[in-house]
Antibody
Framework: EVQLVESGGGLVKPGGSLRLSCAAS????????MNWVRQAPGKGLEWVSS????????YYADSLKGRFIISRDNAKNSVFLQMNSLRAEDTAVYYC??????????????WGRGTLVTVSS | QSALTQPASVSGSPGQSITISCTGT?????????VSWYQQHPGKAPKLMIY???YRPSGVSNRFSGSKSGNTASLTISGLQAEDEADYYC??????????FGGGTKLTVL
């Protein structure tokens, strides 16, 4: 069974940093792209970032303006999101999701349950 | 990137059919057959319902179907059931190699 489990969320002050993790199991992690998608409270889904199987291709939403960094460790079946210079508008549930951009599969077939990030003083 | 345009809400009675539209541009919906649709119940993670415009993942009811014409994609749900009440989001690949969601549509089953 495919499982994606996010962790690392919590309360952080504006301007602070946070590192999210997503642990994957139930599939060959290194054969899939991974993504982060966020959802602010009461709002819609927003794609954040994607990383290809071997980290050769990395993409970010324009709105992030270089504050977030996605990475992965195929040996540990994990993907990460380093979030810097956090703002109140980054408050959201952050979901980890699977895709396969190298096979032109630009959809998210499995999702984690999400981890809540709250940016507040 | 601007969000794809979806109606804020749609409604229908049990047994009826409804269609949710998702309008973009030639740089996303109109330019690629990489439109997907997600269902999200309150407090739950999204679930993939349609990919590549009109393909259903294994396990998704055939009451759900997708299509596209020009810059507008559509999700149709036939034989509405109470369990279909949820938020629905479209998503498209873009010419900037990014992904863009619609603003979401709340489906109410009357």
């Amino acid at each position: 069974e495919v499982q994606l489990v996010e962790s690392g969320g919590g309360l952080v002050k504006p301007g602070g940093s946070l590192r999210l993790s997503c642990a994957a199991s139930g599939f060959t992690f290194s054969s899939y792209s991974m993504n982060w998608v966020r959802q602010a409270p009461g709002k819609g889904l927003e794609w954040v970032s994607s990383i290809s199987r071997s980290s050769s291709y990395i993409y970010y939403a324009d709105s992030l303006k270089g504050r977030f960094i996605i990475s992965r460790d195929n040996a540990k079946n994990s993907v990460f999101l380093q979030m810097n210079s956090l703002r109140a508008e980054d408050t959201a549930v952050y979901y980890c999701a699977r895709s396969d951009i190298e096979l032109d599969q630009y959809y998210f077939d499995y999702w984690g349950r999400g981890t809540l990030v709250t940016v507040s003083s | 990137q601007s969000a794809l345009t979806q109606p804020a809400s749609v409604s229908g009675s049990p047994g009826q059919s409804i269609t949710i539209s998702c309008t973009g541009t030639t740089n996303d919906v109109g330019g690629y057959n990489y439109v997907s649709w997600y269902q999200q119940h309150p407090g739950k993670a999204p679930k993939l319902m349609i990919y590549d415009v009109s393909y259903r993942p294994s396990g998704v009811s055939n009451r759900f179907s997708g299509s596209k014409s020009g810059n507008t994609a559509s999700l149709t749900i036939s034989g509405l059931q109470a369990e279909d009440e949820a938020d629905y989001y479209c998503n498209s690949y873009t010419s900037s190699s990014t992904l863009n969601f619609g603003g979401g549509t709340k489906l109410t089953v009357l």
